[in-house]
């Protein structure tokens, strides 16, 4: 071996040809393979266990049988519970309803009263002859906070003694 291929070849004194980049001239390589062919299964025959007589049902046949009751059980008693919920929830809603178109209603008569109070108490201000009693009226005379308490002794004063006509 004289420093040519590793595994004993020789070595050819020749470049490799380059690589064409021409497209195929058939384009049998580049089909899709036919779709397999789907065969119906067959229908079989119930296997009947030569131990087992033909009347008997299996432990899996008795299994599924149970199962299949408990799960129309099951569903029969979701529907049930469904349907009162369904029930309980519109009968709640009725009565949501009412007590709020009650309170709704009382709320509004009740406004309607104070209203009435109030445009009463300020058409009898208005007719009053002296107007610092209105004055008053309209200012929170309770709060005594440091220089407010002037400003409300000469309200007071001016309210009580009244204008003095010249």
């Known amino acids: ?14 470049p490799p040809a380059p690589l064409s980049m021409e497209p195929p001239q058939d384009d049998a390589a580049f089909s899709m393979p036919p779709a397999p062919v789907t065969q119906e299964p067959e229908v079989m025959a119930p296997v009947v266990d030569d131990f087992q007589a033909p009347d008997e049902v299996s432990p899996q046949q008795a299994f599924n049988s149970q199962w299949q ?37 009382s709320k509004m008569s009740k406004n ?31 709060i005594d906070e440091g220089e407010v308490g002037r400003m409300r002794g000469i309200l007071i004063q001016l309210k009580n ?4 006509s010249a």
């Open 161 to 164: 003694e009244g204008i003095k």
């Open 112 to 142: 309607r009263s104070e209203e009435q109070v109030k445009l009463e108490a300020l058409e009898a201000d208005l007719e009053s002859t002296n107007p610092w009693e209105r004055v008053v009226k309209l200012v929170d005379l309770q």
């Open 1 to 14: 071996m004289d420093g040519g291929d590793p595994f004993g070849e020789p070595v050819a004194d020749t």
């Open 69 to 105: 009751q408990e799960l129309s059980s099951r569903k029969n008693a979701e529907e049930t519970a469904k349907q009162t919920a369904i029930t309980q929830a519109s009968a709640d809603l009725a009565k949501f309803t009412e007590e709020r178109d009650a309170t709704r209603e």
